[in-house]
């Protein structure tokens, strides 16, 4: 052998490739098949939870080994060393959150070798997000931000060969087509995943259906992705883990009476067999790893290479050699075989009879909003970071930080809720941290953008509970300066915390604004932990286009401003009282006084604005009637508890024969009426409290739940919904969208594409993920509950619509996590607030309304706090992009730095017509001199998109050769200097496309 | 960075040195200390038994990893490649049987690189025997074998780089003189272990005595050692263990909440400094590693990495590095520090005030005593290879593999008895084996040495039970050849069983030897699964230098013949007949007929020969008086029991108060009175018999004993112990063998340099091993025990000797076994059977007696059986090496091929006087054409000898530089040309010499 015209000593080569190759890589770098035989590709892999039982740094260091034998550096660093040894082997890299942490810690000689494994297909990214995410409560927005960080992280580091080319998704608890979608925008050529309801997998075992193509998306067209099933999870060949976690027999092949060759050959091709009766193929992938294998990588090569190599020399049939995922996928395309159709999703995930892994839609409710959270500011820290020209590497740093963070609270054990409570606290840490970060950024650009070139512009993260510490202890008076995400001007009502009862609110140009001051809930005053002597919130209504400042100062009384006109308790209200006497422990009661109750003798109690007439049944205290678009419904809402044993972070297991059950206690409620807005105060229980409010102007109906601390016993865990029950006829179906994007139709009890087994668990296996809406219609009316943060939903009777809120349980399902989720904070059980809006309109109007709504409550005006003296009258604000020019239907979904020079800009219409526009206004004023179009993810250019097209069953003639899609349109590339006409763009509905500018 | 005159891409540094350097190992390669400074050698390192929990091939290949994490393969994969990577890391191989067996596997390019390591004194070996031997259980020659065979092989393999400098005894359960000895006489610098007395270690630990010279030959000079004890058993640094098998903290030095460096750092100073106060000097040496770890190197020397750049960078007293032991104590001895002296051993080892770890001298005496028939076989077939000049690569590889596996049999968890049942049943499974091929070889030898040029030459391996499948199915006559491992021609009683009662044996010459024919001990016969119909055994006296064959034929009746000649009996006995009636239940009865029974009336049956005079108490059953080599003394032989429940495989615990508990039931018994051999047939109990026997001409007397199965239940474990009490007047001082080879001097309850804590174990702390022999004497007389294999013993009263022959268990006693030693075979707990020789002498005339019989009894003719008809009265008898022409002290201990052209002959002296011969003529015997003396294990000749020589605390001046060790004696090297006067050799008393002949 020779190597670089140079001899080198023998102790050289054992860690040397045997034949040093050009830079071949992707497909053309695939280990040799053979046609006449049955190829089995061996693909190592192994599946890093980014935090589960550990955290992310615990699982990266291999810190806390005692809670699980887990270290991601030693898998990367040994699976590298084992690879450089022989360029046959393979392995597939899946998280870039880890990834890229070892990178960074290596040297650059390590870094060349790992470059080269790259670069010659022997190291392949499949999937290559920062995390493996969630597909259940998981936005569609923080989603793509994830693959763009991670793929754009690959890009910069590897170029072009790092791009992965699959989707590995092989762990998430089921499958959302609004994932496919994606994968199928990002160009990706197909996805495999391991876990599908038992009866959908038995089914497609029986029918050679486990491997198929996925129809992603109702509005778009070519969203079609091949989507693999794995037979056997994720994992080895049963009786073949040669990992340092497993004890299963190595190969033992020398002069040994532990000799096991001809056995272990004879195990593996039974196996094998196995599976070639449910794939189509002559092709047969076998992954081999599991959760964080190959800590020792050594072990687990050097038994599959002895695998390998007898497997290949005892028998004819059969062909196998390391491969990868993709490698298998270019295998199958290169058949020509054709596949079935799948139009729907895989939820719920049921993995037996009695185990829907519904729960997780729900567990950790506040975790699931401090994401919301998250995406808010880094949305906001985004955009403001492009408008300021933000360079500084701490605030490139900063933002980095956010986005990754986000990336991390993704993955399929964070936002789910499915992490052990220490790892939980931690996904807290991070995300703080990366609020604090982004929000410093934001803090930055605001100086240079407005006139406070000293201004505080705090960020308040407890607003949600009326808190504010800026607020509270500032003088009285404050500037509200109001970041808004969206494309277009909005007004939107702002509530700040305030602590006495006469305020002036005027805008940027000293005009008084409209303002009341209500009183917060007394549930929420009295909570324990609740850092705030503040006891009113100050309300008014601002617009935005993208930035705008508020002033707020303290009066003696104003006579002129609007102010909520408190009437004269009619009554005392014995269980108020009863309450107040609770209350009293509390240093800081709120003393009630505005109060307006209702009258005992009326049958209801009316509560309306301009656009909606709520009625209040006095004797229930409930919900009655709403009118709004011009329509009326009954819909009387109420809270109910699901009393289980069983339920776990993962599934939602109702006991045998146990329905819901609702709370049957009378309602006391106590109705605040203000000019802006109008307000009912419910106490449903000692721990169910509601605010019931409507805005003038605002066309939903909000429901401020407080739920907390749920009572459970040895016996009884409990799982809090809120039901809206109206009279619309909808015979089991309802409507649920996917990662906040399309909607899918659900029927009760039915599945797309076979019986699923609900004689366990009727109601789990009816629940669905709602990441932001779910909804049901007759052919005249139509309710939609828009939510704020992901949550469990059904609609298990005609008109009936229900979310879960909260849950605090008593077992362990079993699944790993080996904690009951039993949430607590400051040592009691953990209480949650939060925010589902009510929309009742006409069928024909309801989708703009509900769409508009659902980009508003997704990303509302961000609020930053300054003390009025930090205001230079004399600044000017710089002026700012105008996307007001897009179409009503065109959602600024993305704006951020990409690389030094250039923005990622990313349009979504997410109405139902097609849009036509021109950019070059957004470009100039984003001072770009170049746009190129890409992928979905921003790091392909989209002229060079190619991904593979696989053939339908039911299709005609078949092709002679294998086919690929590339865009339907012409990706648009241009330079400033070319003709306007040039950038034009246009929007088909749901479309999304993503522009790179580059800047001047 | 250059490297060999060319380029290399970066992906290649990787795995390469930073620094080639030219082959400097040993000393020479040691790291940098600093003199100012505290220098804290990191010993990284793996404990890998030979077998314990799971077979030697299990560890070695990973198999079986629920039982215990543990794959010997990867630990040396994963570290040498660790080792490639930085030329400052080191790591001591211990066990050279796993060793030879990875190399075996590896391709020439890593054992090129391996060999560039262990020539940089980067891998270095430590112990490098075949195995870690026990040192309780084991016979000297023995152990001499197996560091022959490790030294020899890395010898061979990597040449003078590899030669250990240190011992590495950590794990053994206490520690031998012998050993020590050995260790001197091989050249070693020094030893280290890790086990001592509790009480020993802590008052070693207060006085800085834990490191120490040991004068380890009360007859041979310079036999001083260094020895250190080290501090925390022999594993890493409590809390540092990077090993995949624990869950202590990585170093986490990056960015992260969970960075630990300071911590980490302040910490492991705090450990140092603890160590700082029980060892001497500036030096510290901290051993980083525990059983079978390094399975996963990287994650190991990642984190040492990391700790040692740390502390070398946060403080400045401390100068951490990796090293090596005996790079540490060449720092010590570079020191001139003093060191306490040692003269005793370390037995019996107590791990707590109630732990003494005396059981194991005992357990499993059947496999104690395989291990001796294995060294008979290899002895035999060693000196039968030499004489044949066996050198087919079949007889060579046999041969080894017999030499390998009884180094197998000296690990510290074989011969000891403390490994699981099921690996024991595989150490059966590869001696069995073993012995085969050994005898395969004598048969081949035989062929060619004697005149049956197509013997059979089979082995009987169950002669202890009288069962040999040759002659019983082989037609009336068969020709039993005898081989006589030792130096002198000897004359010894042989049995061989027999079918028939009148048979007629004839030597070489034709002439008719006296002959007599005996009935095997009913309870023998009644064994269930003794396969075998022969009922009696053929006794006669042969005389064999070294291989001389008897003719044995069947005769109708031989009137001449010497018989055993049966007497009338005088009355039946009742609990014989009930005996007999037991009996009924097994086919193969004996008949019972040529019996002799004592008389009842009498109060004595005397039994005597014309050395020997027994008495027999007629009303006990049991031997009374013993009358030999003029010295009569009243000697009560019984046998006894500790009835135990905590004992263990390791640990002897008696319980609380309770004593032994001698039988008290009368001992039926029967004497046969031949006139070759008396035999006195003792039934003590249901499952206890024994057979006394003297041998006319014979000066010991024999008494081999019958026990099992033993009765146990679930409250009762009982351990048997044979009890001889005599008059002699012995005031608690008693001699034990140190591995077979010198005595020491043990007196009841007391230790050589501390007080033991015997409070809760009186009797278990005052056993100690005997390997061949245990003996007491008052100022005229003195009662010595050998024994047929290791065991337990002790003396508790004036007189009294006790040896403990079997053990049946209950309960693991918690060291990690996980197993009730609870043997059992054919599913019945198991029968054991063996001898024990009692000689009565005067004090005076002791010595010589006892260790002649410990050299026939250890090494006794092997016997081979052949057909009559393969006899060919015109073949010659080759000629053999006289070895007759040594002085009857002097022990011809082994003689073995060596290398192609070489043959290894080691003599010992094992009585108390000088002598002197010329060794002239048996190196042409041999064919020999020169001679070289060798180091004690053969592989270094003995003029290069230098070791390291230690300052006493006591000495007066103290030397300038360092001192080392020479050989006292001019080394023995001569060719065949030189004067007759050059092959002159001199023995001191209990000296061996060993010598490498190199043929013609």
Redesign the interface.
């Known amino acids: 052998m020779k190597y ?13 490739d045997s034949k040093p190759t050009a830079a071949v890589c992707g497909y053309e770098s695939c280990p040799e098949t053979k046609p006449n035989l049955v190829n089995i590709h061996l693909v190592p892999h192994s599946h890093d939870d980014v935090g589960w039982l550990k ?1 992310v ?2 699982y ?7 809670i699980q ?1 887990a ?1 991601v ?2 898998i990367i ?2 699976v590298v ?1 084992e690879l ?1 040894k022989d360029p046959k082997r393979r392995f597939i890299q899946v998280e870039t959150a880890f990834f890229a ?1 070892w990178w960074q ?1 290596q040297s ?9 494994l790259v670069n010659e297909g022997r190291l392949e990214f499949a999937g290559g997000a920062w995390s493996m995410n969630d597909e259940a409560a998981v936005n569609y927005q923080s989603v793509i931000d994830q693959f763009t960080l991670g793929l754009k992280w690959l890009n910069e580091t590897f170029g072009a060969c790092a791009r992965p080319r699959i989707g590995w998704q092989i762990d998430p608890f089921g499958h959302s087509r609004e994932q496919a979608s994606m994968f199928a925008q990002m160009g990706y050529d197909g996805e495999f995943f391991a876990r599908m309801d038992h009866k959908d997998k038995s089914k497609r075992m029986d029918k050679f259906e486990l491997e198929m193509i996925w129809n992603a998306s109702e509005s778009l067209d070519q969203m079609e992705l091949f989507t693999g099933m794995l037979y056997n999870k994720y994992s080895h060949v049963p009786g073949f883990c040669f990992d ?1 976690l ?2 299963d ?2 190969i ?1 092949d ?1 002069r ?3 000799n096991n060759v001809e056995v272990r050959v004879h195990d593996f091709i039974k196996y094998v067999q196995l599976l070639e009766t449910h794939y189509r193929s002559n092709h047969i992938m076998v992954p081999m790893g599991d959760d964080f294998h190959y ?2 990588a ?2 687990n090569y ?1 038994n599959m290479d002895k695998l390998i190599k007898y497997v290949n020399q005892l028998q004819f049939k059969y062909h196998v050699f390391y491969s990868t995922p993709s490698c298998y996928l270019n295998a199958l395309h290169q058949t020509l075989a054709t596949w079935p159709n799948k139009t729907q999703d895989f939820f719920p995930y049921a993995s037996d009879s009695n185990s829907f892994w519904t729960g997780y839609y729900t567990s950790r409710p506040t975790q699931k909003r401090f994401e919301r959270d998250g995406n808010h500011m880094l949305q906001t820290a985004k955009q403001l970071s492009v408008f300021a020209d933000l360079k500084s590497e701490q605030q490139k740093k900063d933002l980095d930080y956010l986005r990754q963070i986000m990336g991390v609270m993704q993955h399929h054990d964070a936002i789910t809720g499915t992490e052990k409570q220490a790892v939980s606290n ?1 996904y807290d ?1 991070l995300l703080y941290d990366g609020i604090i970060g982004g929000a410093s950024n934001a803090r930055d650009a605001l100086r240079g953008l407005t006139n406070l070139p000293e201004g505080e512009f705090e960020s308040c993260l407890q607003l949600n509970i009326s808190e504010c510490a800026f607020t509270q202890d500032s003088a009285d008076n404050v500037v509200v300066t109001l970041f808004n995400p969206l494309a277009h001007t909005s007004s939107q009502y702002v509530r700040v915390p305030v602590k006495e009862e006469n305020y002036q609110v005027t805008d940027e140009k000293g005009r008084v604004v409209a303002s009341e001051v209500v009183p917060v809930a007394w549930q929420v005053l009295a909570l324990e932990y609740r850092q705030n002597t503040t006891q009113h919130e100050l309300v008014f209504k601002a617009s935005v286009n993208k930035i705008a400042s508020y002033f707020i100062k303290k009066v003696d009384k104003v006579e002129s401003r609007e102010i909520v006109l408190p009437k004269a308790d009619k009554k005392p209200m014995t269980q108020l009282e009863k309450n107040l006497e609770v209350l009293k422990r509390f240093k800081k009661v709120h003393p009630m006084k505005n109060v307006e109750t209702h009258a005992d003798d009326d049958s209801e109690t009316v509560v309306q604005t301009s656009q909606i007439k709520l009625t209040i049944d006095n004797n229930t205290g409930r919900l009655k009637t709403v009118e709004m678009n011009g329509v009326s419904e009954t819909i009387d809402q109420n809270f109910a508890i699901y009393e289980t044993y069983e339920s776990g972070a993962y599934v939602f297991r109702q006991k045998e024969d146990v329905d819901l059950k609702f709370l049957e206690d009378k309602v006391e409620f106590t109705v605040y009426d203000g000019a802006l807005v109008k307000e009912v105060h419910q106490q449903f229980s000692e721990w169910i409290s509601q605010v019931i409010r409507i805005y003038e102007g605002v066309n939903r109906v909000e429901f401020e739940w407080l739920v907390g601390p749920i009572p459970t016993d040895e016996d009884t865990a409990r799982e809090i919904v809120t039901v809206f029950d109206s009279e619309i006829s909808s015979n089991g179906v309802f409507y649920t969208d996917s990662n906040g994007r399309e909607m899918i139709k659900r029927v009760k009890d039915k599945r797309e594409d076979f019986n699923p087994d609900l004689g366990r668990q009727p109601i789990s296996g009816n629940y669905y993920p709602i990441v932001s809406r779910i909804a049901l219609e007759d052919s005249n009316k139509r309710i939609a509950l828009l939510n704020d943060r992901a949550q469990g939903g059904t609609s298990m009777q005609n008109g009936q619509l229900e979310l879960m809120l909260h849950r605090r349980l008593i077992r362990d399902d079993g699944y790993g996590v080996g904690e009951a989720l039993n949430e607590q904070k400051y040592e009691k059980p953990l209480i949650a607030r939060g925010k589902v809006y009510l929309i009742l309109n006409s069928v024909e109007e309801s989708t703009k309304v509900e769409r508009v709504a659902e980009k508003e409550i997704h990303l509302p005006f961000w609020k930053f706090f300054s003390s009025y003296s930090k205001v230079n009258r004399n600044a000017s604000a710089k002026p700012l992009p105008d996307f007001d020019v897009l179409p009503q239907s065109v959602h600024l979904l993305t704006l951020e730095p990409f690389s030094e020079h250039e923005v990622l800009l990313r349009l979504e219409n997410f109405l139902d017509h097609m849009v036509s526009f021109n950019i070059r206004s957004i470009l100039d004023d984003l001072g770009g001199a170049e746009i190129r179009e890409t992928t979905l993810d921003g790091n392909l250019p989209l002229s060079e998109m190619k991904r593979m097209k696989f053939q339908h069953d039911a299709a005609g003639s078949r092709p002679k050769t294998a086919e690929y899609f590339t865009s339907q349109h012409k990706p648009l590339v241009a330079h400033k200097s070319r003709a306007d006409s040039e950038f034009s763009v246009s929007l088909k509905p749901m479309q999304i496309r993503t522009f790179i500018i580059r800047k001047e």
Chains 1, 2 share one sequence.
């Open positions: 670089f015209g140079c001899i080198l000593p023998f102790f050289l080569l054992l860690a040397i955290t740094d615990q990266y260091y291999g810190h806390k080994n005692d034998n270290g550096q030693y660093d040994t060393s450089i942490k810690e650059e000689a390590v870094q060349q070798s790992v470059k080269k340092s497993c004890t027999p190595p033992i020398d040994s009476s532990e800590g020792n050594q072990k050097k931690d840490r």
